[in-house]
């Protein structure tokens, strides 16, 4: 959250954070509740087989983080004693996080740390995107053919069903939560339904470049790299002298924080290292561990300054995860992708990268390493790659405002207009039946079926006057 907490700062609010990482939060006007104890539902989930997740591994992911941070005692004292001016929440399948901004009667900034997708359009608005626009974890391209579009509309019955079946669990953990929050407030608890409609700003990690354009509301706001600083970090003198020195080229290597190096099988660790050692190029690998007879070209840390090393011009390759924010780093800094997705939105995140020209795709394993190696030769030989991720770079950065801007002046209307009431879809003031016209649909089925039954009624008694009148004559 701190791409949203530091342009908050910057434009001189007064915030109080709640996060698992209160070491990282210094500021005079930053005031933290540590929830630092959901790090232990993280490290459960990190510890399963990430290849196997389910939809319903995931949501129950997303339900037990929400609980253990609403259950934590400092937070809901703050809820009860003071009031705040907006409530910023960042969306991952935690419908019931709408209480908090329920409770507290103030304006609701929901943000999607992924890109916009069914539930979250179904949030903000009408889903309307199903016939043209691929669900989240659709590895399909645009225009999608009959057979495309029936398996996406077969994926967004799917997650409806996921959800509607849940709904009951999350309408009971909203008010067992919430409902004591509200009455010592004194205050009425909504609906779990209206509050989660009750969205002032919707922003949204996403950008046209990325991932496609569709018809939304005015309050969702593409914010994608908001959490990329414009004022790139310098990097570690060792570093600096490094990249520098490799005139011939960077590849950089990380797998992100949930993924570990340790995590992949040692022989395939083995021969991934052979195979950088017979690069002319100098590698940058995210590394857990401690390697003996470490290749010469080749440089292990536990943490690396990732967007420093991107920004780099002599960085040529970037090995990815691909998940969303390496993603979108790579977009911003314009350097082609090798991507090894192995769960959650990775897969749709690489596949689309690839589509647009700027990527390649490995399937994680134990025998990926030489599909690497194989699409690190065809990247090295083909400037295409590099060429495209420079067009989407120069496409991803041409904004009239930065990402910054964007922040400070929606959150502040949302304030000022107590809720940008202004901005927001109309939708969710109907019932579904008066959405989709089925009410209008019924009156014209009944006069229609009324107009019938006059004209064969009148039809009969014509019928009957004629006969009548034959055997009169």
Not at 35 to 53: C, E, F, G, P, R
Not at 334 to 358: L, T
Not at 367 to 384: A, G, V, Y
Request: glycine fraction near 4%; charge should be positive; hydrophobic fraction near 40%.
């Amino acid at each position: 959250m701190r791409g949203l907490v530091n342009p908050l700062l910057d434009a001189g609010h007064q915030i109080t954070l709640v996060t698992s990482f209160p070491e990282l939060e210094i500021s005079k006007n930053v005031r933290v509740v540590d929830v630092s104890h959901v790090k232990k539902i993280h490290k459960y989930m990190a510890a399963s087989d990430l290849t196997k997740q389910t939809m319903s591994i995931v949501l129950d992911f997303g339900r037990n983080i929400s609980l253990a941070t609403i259950e934590t005692p400092a937070l809901r004292n703050l809820l009860v004693k003071e009031s705040f001016d907006a409530v910023i929440s960042e969306w991952f399948f935690s419908d019931i996080d709408s209480g908090y901004a329920a409770i507290q009667q103030a304006p609701w900034i929901l943000l999607s740390g992924m890109v916009m997708h069914h539930h979250i359009e179904f949030l903000i608005d009408q889903v309307r995107s199903v016939p043209t626009i691929p669900a989240l974890k659709m590895d399909v391209g645009i225009p999608m053919n009959f057979f495309e579009r029936l398996s996406n509309t077969m994926s967004y019955l799917k997650t409806s069903y996921l959800f509607w079946a849940r709904y009951p669990q999350q309408q009971s953990d909203y008010e067992s939560q919430f409902y004591p929050l509200a009455q010592s407030r004194g205050v009425t608890l909504p609906p779990l339904l209206s509050a989660m409609h009750n969205i002032s700003i919707l922003f949204v990690n996403s950008h046209p470049s990325f991932a496609s354009a569709q018809s939304l509301p005015p309050n969702a706001i593409d914010i994608a790299g908001y959490h990329i600083d414009p004022n790139i970090p310098p990097l570690p003198k060792d570093l600096q002298d490094l990249l520098d020195s490799s005139n011939q080229g960077v590849i950089y290597f990380s797998m992100g924080s949930v993924l570990k190096p340790s995590d992949i099988p040692e022989r395939t660790n083995k021969n991934l290292f052979k195979i950088f050692q017979q690069l002319p190029y100098t590698v940058l690998w995210k590394y857990d561990g401690k390697v003996q007879n470490l290749p010469k070209n080749v440089h292990i840390k536990s943490w690396m300054p990732q967007s420093s090393i991107l920004a780099h011009p002599n960085t040529k390759i970037f090995i990815t995860h691909g998940g969303l924010l390496s993603t979108l780093e790579s977009l911003y800094f314009g350097v082609p992708v090798i991507a090894i997705p192995v769960f959650g939105d990775q897969p749709s995140n690489a596949k689309r990268c690839e589509r647009a020209g700027h990527a390649l795709t490995v399937k994680y394993g134990p025998n990926m390493d030489q599909e690497l190696k194989e699409k690190l030769n065809i990247m090295l030989n083909n400037n295409s790659y590099h060429n495209k991720a420079k067009y989407i770079s120069k496409l991803f950065r041409n904004r009239p405002v930065s990402t910054t801007k964007l922040i400070q002046h929606y959150v502040e209307l949302a304030i000022e207009s107590k809720g940008a009431l202004h901005l927001r879809s109309k939708t969710h003031l109907y019932a579904w039946y008066e959405t989709w016209m089925l009410d209008q649909l019924a009156l014209l089925v009944v006069t229609l079926y009324v107009i019938y039954r006059v004209f064969k009624k009148v039809q009969n008694l014509f019928k009957k006057n004629v006969k009548e009148k034959k055997k009169k004559h």
